[in-house]
């Protein structure tokens, strides 16, 4: 078990540029998490995967941002049109259905920076 | 909505002092609380979790305990040493019935120093 990856760990990308970013759980986790963390705060829920569905989303999720998870597998995050507010942390975690108290288990986090 | 606050932001000890951070959240119809660690740039690492029907959890030098009725938690470190300054996030899901979101407080920032 090698944890949740993210890639890539740094971003950096000009205002107005697309971005996307991967997350892949650990395996056999059916639930995947996106957070965003913005400097000195604790991160904040984007929305959530339950398998390939995706099941919630947080009024944070402005219509430029998109998640998918094709297949129930990997997941990813773009950014459209990024603004210097989109700068941040943004962290993956996956958990499996079942498990003791659905704990989270959390990625290294993207860094992004807009210019 | 839940709201998790923590207190202080911010700590500085000496190494070996015992310390306890502070955490408290608004709806106490939680499914579990967990606090995490997180060092700067860094994701988060999960140090202990507290099942809504339990009262506390140790593991080695912390111990967290959760009041639900007053809806507060505190994180207990014994001997602190220089490799605990991090970052210390606490975190209240609420019990929907669903995947159990987490709510975030702000964490508190602790330096041990030598």
């Excluded at chain 2, 207990?76 to 899901?93: F, H, K, V």
């Amino acid at each position: 078990d090698t944890g949740v990856s993210q890639d890539p760990r740094h971003k950096i990308t000009k205002r107005g540029q697309n971005v996307t970013f991967r997350c892949d759980p650990i395996s056999e986790h059916n639930r995947l998490y996106w957070y965003r963390q913005t400097l000195g705060q604790g991160p904040e829920f984007l929305t959530y995967f339950q398998n390939e569905a995706q099941l919630e989303k947080s009024r944070l999720l402005s219509d430029r941002f998109s998640a998918e998870r094709p297949k129930g597998s990997f997941s990813t995050l773009e950014i459209q049109r990024t603004e210097q507010g989109d700068s941040a942390m943004y962290l993956c975690a996956s958990s499996r259905i079942g498990a003791t108290y659905n704990e989270q288990f959390f990625g290294p986090g993207t860094r992004l920076t807009v210019l | 909505k839940q709201e998790v606050t923590q207190i202080p932001a911010a700590l500085s000890v000496p190494e070996g002092e015992n310390l306890v951070l502070n955490c408290s959240f608004t709806d106490s119809a939680i499914y579990n609380l967990q606090w995490f660690r997180q060092d700067p740039g860094k994701g988060l690492t999960s140090l202990l979790l507290i099942q809504s029907s339990q009262r506390e959890q140790t593991s080695g030098r912390l111990n967290a305990s959760l009041d639900k009725s007053s809806g507060r938690s505190t994180l207990y470190i014994a001997a602190s040493q220089p490799g605990d300054s991090a970052t210390y996030l606490c975190a209240a899901p609420l019990n929907t019935g669903t995947a159990s979101k987490l709510t975030f407080g702000t964490g508190t920032r602790l330096q041990v120093t030598l």
